[in-house]
């Protein structure tokens, strides 16, 4: 007992130590079946159509008995966990005619369920996939859309990680959800970004994932590791006096949504290392959309995660064949064990950062002609210290880090501030980390 003491006062002698790693997180990582989201896609894909103005009165074709089949998962899953989520439909009226894809009135609707948080219950982070799917014709409601993998895939990746999930307590709160809308102009974003806000949700990010099934390229690349996160580089809500700052004192590649891709790309790269996550500085594709830019328009941090090698000819197209090739979006070309992985990506992010503490929301950054970088900022509650991140100013991520303890000040010495770029974020008791803010006043 005595020794044992002596080692507790020991220990608690070492200060600042925190664990780098959270073997909880290995177990969410195995915990994800390729099985149950092989089920889940094909149960989806049988609803024949989900295209946003599909019949919603069948009980077994379009997007009402899709939607309806999505809202009894979650439900599921949550008498599971004692009532831990709550399940409901967030929907929105679109008039016929408000673009050429809306043909008729329409409500588009999303089924949201929410893990609320111990600590932060307003803090959340999301998750989404898509309910919707379409053929060639986007007004096209009623012929054959399986939709395999735009986007079943991004939407059972989402239910499972709600069934894995939903076996732990968060300090933040995690939404899961099935957009609608998508293909017909990312109505179900805008509608939830706007609740969102109407609600007063502190929102930390959306993970938006739209194809994470695919591993043969059109390109003739075949990969099951390799994955794309996109972000865009600054929000477009900045104000002119904000983009004035930038040009002299940097962040044209560090707005929110690239710090939270950033985060993914690490947090993958410590527990998922045989994966390669490829950061796209990029809203989207070229030319191309997806349901966490409603989020970015609205300020809020959003990325897209999807597979790194697309098929064209399995996106958007009447099933049929046609000079030998065989079109169509079908269960038989989504690869359930990548999808499993872009799952858990998705699944350990969300778990890292529902785990942390808050981010500092003021970063002042000084040490103009000095020789030393110098960093303070807000104190976070929860936070049991913090993380000085620096890398070249051409590099994409965050190469250099130092942790500092409980202070809210910080001298780096002989770190001369011109040729960084410098963050800071919150570290929690158990070693998670909030994503980096990149400093938005500067001292002299
Ligand atoms: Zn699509």
Redesign the pocket.
């Known amino acids: 007992m005595k020794k044992f003491s002596v080692l507790l006062v020991a220990l608690m002698g070492i200060p600042m130590l925190y664990s780098q790693t959270d073997i909880r997180i290995y177990d969410i990582i195995n915990n994800v079946s390729a099985e149950r989201i092989e089920k889940d896609v094909t149960t989806l894909v049988n609803f024949g159509t989900r295209h946003t103005l599909s019949d919603t009165i069948s009980q077994t074709r379009g997007i009402g008995a899709a939607r309806r089949w999505i809202k009894s998962e979650f439900d599921k899953i949550s008498s599971e966990c004692s009532d831990c989520l709550e399940v409901f439909y967030q929907k929105n009226l679109v008039p016929k005619g408000d673009n050429a894809r809306i043909v008729h009135d329409v409500w588009v609707v999303n089924v949201v369920a929410v893990q609320k948080g111990t600590k932060y219950p307003n803090r959340y982070i999301i998750m989404s996939g898509?309910i919707d799917?379409?053929v060639s014709d986007p007004a096209n409601f009623t012929s054959d859309s399986p939709?395999a993998n735009?986007?079943a895939s991004g939407m059972a990746g989402t239910i499972e990680a709600a069934r894995v999930l939903s076996k732990y307590k968060f300090e933040s709160s995690i939404i899961y959800v099935g957009l609608s809308g998508?293909?017909q102009g990312l109505y179900g974003g805008k509608g939830l970004a706007e609740y969102a806000k109407a609600q007063g949700w502190d929102i930390v990010g959306i993970l938006n994932n739209?194809?994470i099934g695919n591993i043969t390229g059109v390109d003739g690349v075949v990969s099951n590791r390799d994955f794309r996160i996109f972000s865009e580089p600054v929000p477009p809500t900045e104000t002119e006096q904000q983009r004035n700052a930038r040009r002299f004192y940097g962040g044209e590649v560090d707005g929110i949504s690239r710090q939270l891709a950033r985060y993914v790309y690490t947090t993958t790269k410590t527990y998922m290392p045989e994966m390669n996550p490829m950061m796209v500085y990029r809203l989207d594709r070229f030319g191309r959309g997806?349901h966490h830019r409603p989020f970015n328009d609205a300020g809020f941090a959003g990325i897209r995660i999807m597979e790194a090698h697309e098929n064209y000819t399995q996106?958007?197209q009447d099933i049929r064949v046609e000079d030998g090739i065989a079109y169509g979006d079908k269960l038989e070309h989504v690869n359930f064990g990548y999808a499993k992985k872009l799952t858990a990506v998705n699944a350990i992010n969300l778990a890292s950062i529902a785990w942390a503490p808050p981010a500092p929301t003021t970063v002042e950054i000084g040490g103009i002609v000095e020789p030393n970088a110098k960093l303070r900022w807000n104190k976070v509650d929860g936070a049991v210290g913090y993380k000085i991140y620096w890398r070249d100013t051409t590099s994409p991520t965050w190469d250099n880090a130092r942790y500092v303890g409980n202070v809210t000040e910080f001298v780096l010495e002989g770190i001369v501030l011109d040729n960084y770029f410098f963050g800071v974020a919150s570290v929690g008791k158990d070693g998670h980390e909030s994503p980096v803010v990149f400093p938005n006043k500067v001292f002299r």
Do not use: A, T
Request: aromatic content about 0%; cysteine-free.
């Open positions: 898509d799917s379409r939709g735009d986007n998508e293909e739209d194809m997806g996106q958007h």
